[in-house]
């Protein structure tokens, strides 16, 4: 039991570090990034401001720490202020974001036991897998940009928590995206026994866990869906004249066509 809560007490120490400002990096050829996140240039000015992922059908914000880039929100927000700052987001005219979900592995209910393979809610998990599509945080730092969490996985019950496993680093495979920070993430989810508490993901260790909903923590901001398909404001502006137009064009037309036909009928009844 010693060495289990000396590991764990190292993965946050560590996570407390790395989470000071360290950028994390790109790494070709690991993870699935290059071929199943693709970029999204919102006003076509040559800049990527979104990726869609064609997994989980969700778009991701290119800039992983744009409350603090954007909003000044300097040193983080709490997590109805994240939850409010996503719901308030204008993107060049777009709409919808949110912060990433977490639901429970067994579909039902959160398992707080802590394990190293992805068997609960609270830990670390198999690369490659995470948590399946259960956590979007997840699925993206361990399925899609293919990085390894602080603990050794095995399917050893109770869990051992040996680490850093072997190919960890504390500034993990960022991949495409913008200013993404090795510290802890929000989650949209609250958890309904604990009302001040939110699930978070730490994006050093790869561990998921609950964390004070008074703390202040990043925010990475979401999309359902692919964002090239929303229309351009601009776009949708045009097409709503064009169509009031013809509209006014074939009232005018059918208004003449009537006139005419009763001018005929009435020079018949002279006639």
Not at 144 to 164: Q, V, Y
Not at 243 to 266: E, H, P, Q, S, Y
Request: aromatic share 10%; glycine share 10%.
């Amino acid at each position: 039991m010693r060495k289990q809560t000396a590991a764990i007490q190292l993965a946050v120490c560590v996570a407390a570090v790395s989470g000071a400002g360290a950028n994390a990096t790109v790494v070709h050829g690991q993870g699935t990034w290059e071929t199943t996140l693709e970029a999204r240039d919102l006003n076509h000015d040559g800049t990527t401001d979104a990726y869609y992922d064609t997994v989980l059908n969700i778009s991701w914000l290119a800039d992983f720490s744009y409350p603090m880039t954007h909003l000044g929100a300097g040193s983080g927000l709490i997590w109805q202020g994240a939850m409010d700052a996503a719901a308030r987001l204008n993107v060049l005219g777009v709409t919808g974001w949110r912060l990433p979900t977490l639901s429970p592995i067994n579909g039902t209910s959160f398992q707080y036991g802590r394990t190293n393979n992805g068997s609960t809610d609270i830990g670390t998990a198999w690369t490659d897998l995470g948590w399946g599509k259960n956590s979007e945080l997840g699925h993206l730092f361990y399925v899609t940009l293919g990085n390894r969490g602080f603990f050794i996985p095995d399917d050893s019950s109770p869990a051992i928590f040996n680490g850093p496993q072997p190919g960890w680093t504390p500034d993990p495979n960022s991949g495409p995206f913008q200013n993404v920070v090795a510290t802890g993430y929000w989650t949209d989810t609250k958890l309904r026994s604990a009302p001040d508490v939110s699930m978070m993901f730490n994006w050093s260790t790869g561990y998921q866990s609950d964390d004070s909903s008074e703390h202040r923590l990043w925010s990475a901001f979401v999309r359902d869906g692919d964002v090239a398909l929303v229309p351009e404001p601009t776009t949708t502006s045009l097409l709503l004249v064009g169509l009031c137009g013809l509209l006014a064009a074939l009232r005018g037309r059918a208004r003449r066509a009537f006139t005419t036909a009763d001018a005929r009928t009435a020079s018949y009844a002279v006639i």
